[in-house]
């Protein structure tokens, strides 16, 4: 196995989308080889407090609440701190440093709180991104009335990930044709 080529998938929840008070909720990761085969993959609930809760803003406070996340967190007994060190671990054992890119969904989001509150991780992972929501931009804009992916509507972060690895896989069979 080419370590050099594998993908590194992540996903963050987090309390709302104002990043100058956004905290990680959940964080998953799915480590893929180039042709889109899992390889592994780990999520984590992060321990927060109900206090803490109180900055959650409404969108994430009705979904995160529906999908029983919150009532995870509560309980949860990781922290970031041990998230990060366990997802290390599983980007060493697959992948070497800063040659695998970050892949997802809307991924600014979920670079800005690496960079914030996993900076190991982030430091591992290579510059360069591959986001989804790129391509599903190209693919609306470029294309006249084109089929649409059905996504669901979970919001986990485990979910999420593997959502956008078949998300690509169908821009690969409709859009980038010579992929």
């Known amino acids: 196995m080419d370590k050099s080529t594998n993908l590194v998938w992540i996903d963050i929840e987090g ?3 104002d990043l100058n008070i956004a905290l990680p909720l959940e964080i998953a990761v799915i480590i893929t080889d180039k042709n889109l085969k899992v390889l592994d993959s780990a999520s984590f609930v992060i321990h927060r407090s109900k206090r803490s809760l109180s900055i ?3 969108w994430p406070k009705k979904h995160l609440t529906d999908n029983k996340l919150l009532s995870e967190v509560v309980k949860s007994k990781i922290t970031v701190k041990s998230a990060q060190t366990q997802i290390l671990k599983l980007l060493k054992k697959h992948c070497l440093p800063r040659r695998s890119p970050l892949c997802g969904n809307s991924l600014f989001y979920d670079k800005y709180l690496l960079m914030k509150y996993l900076p190991k991780v982030f430091d591992f992972l290579h510059y360069r991104i591959i986001d989804i929501s790129s391509l599903k931009e190209l693919y609306f804009r470029l294309n ?8 669901s509507e979970n919001h986990r972060a485990l979910d999420d990930i593997h ?8 821009y690969q069979s409709n859009f980038l044709k010579t992929v």
């Open 15 to 17: 309390t709302g989308l």
């Open 144 to 151: 006249t009335n084109p089929p649409k992916f059905a996504k």
């Open 56 to 58: 959650l803003e409404d």
């Open 163 to 170: 959502e956008s690895i078949t998300e690509l896989k169908f």
